[in-house]
């Protein structure tokens, strides 16, 4: 309505395309960045479960036929395993139980809230991910109000098509601001739901008039910003893990074999 009033709704649509086909894109190159250290944590736990359940119970029922001397550390991780295997169903219950957690995280509004407040504590990653729905934002407003749009208009469009459920509650808040009087500045400074550059740059614009053109600006360092940290994040996630779970395989493999090795020693 807004690009048909002011003749510019071939720009505008053009303007919104483009920025859809751009979110779709980062998106897609978020989860397939984030899918390898995803495929690496189902390897651990996968391997954890095999070694808990099948490879330390033969251990101690091996070493219980015998006069072995075991450390301690040998002692509690035996006996975690035999504790462990003997719970299976339990375990079956917690597995069914993450699974409806994660549906509930994914289906659910106030299950998305809380996924993003987790996401938000995690170092690195909740940056990148309050820059990426900084960016959406920024962009969306500045294409709507370049359309012509007017501010409390374009907020509402906004928080509507949000993917953050965190954003759409802060945008309410934030409109009703706007809509008695405040400056998008304050308002947003308020919520503390944008990154602070993007409050910053919303004060510069509004400030010279050019509050559209501002946006885009910010939206395009932050696109760039959001490409380069999924390219960091993911590069220090993966060998991080692959170190965390050497070091976990490691230690659990020195558990088992070392009272071996000292009995054969021992015995020579």
Sequence with gaps: MAGERSGTLPEVLARWLSFQKFAQSSRRR????LFYPAFLVMVLILALGVIFNVVLPRFSEFYAGGDIE?????????????LISSTLWLQGIGLIGLAILIRWMIASEAGRKLAERM????????????????SVF????????SGGLPAVQALEVVQRTSPSERMKAGLLTITDQVRSGS???????QAKV???????????GEQSSALPEMLDHVADFFDQEVEKATTAVTSLIGPVLILFMG???LGLLLAIYVPLFNASSVVR
């Excluded at 040998?74 to 975690?80: D, F, S, W």
């Excluded at 962009?139 to 109000?145: A, D, I, Y």
């Excluded at 944008?194 to 510069?204: G, H, K, S, Y």
Aim: glycine share 6%; net charge positive.
């Design 119 to 134: 996401l938000l504590m995690i170092p690195k990653v909740g940056t990148l991910y309050r820059m990426y729905h900084s």
């Design 247 to 249: 070091i976990i395989v």
């Design 30 to 33: 978020i989860i397939e960045a």
């Design 70 to 82: 075991m450390p301690l550390f040998t002692q509690i991780l035996l006996g975690a395993g035999k």
């Design 138 to 145: 920024c962009r969306t407003l500045g294409v709507l109000l």
């Design 194 to 204: 944008l990154d602070p550059l993007a409050v910053e740059m919303v004060r510069v």
């Design 183 to 189: 400056s998008l500045n304050q308002a947003l400074e």
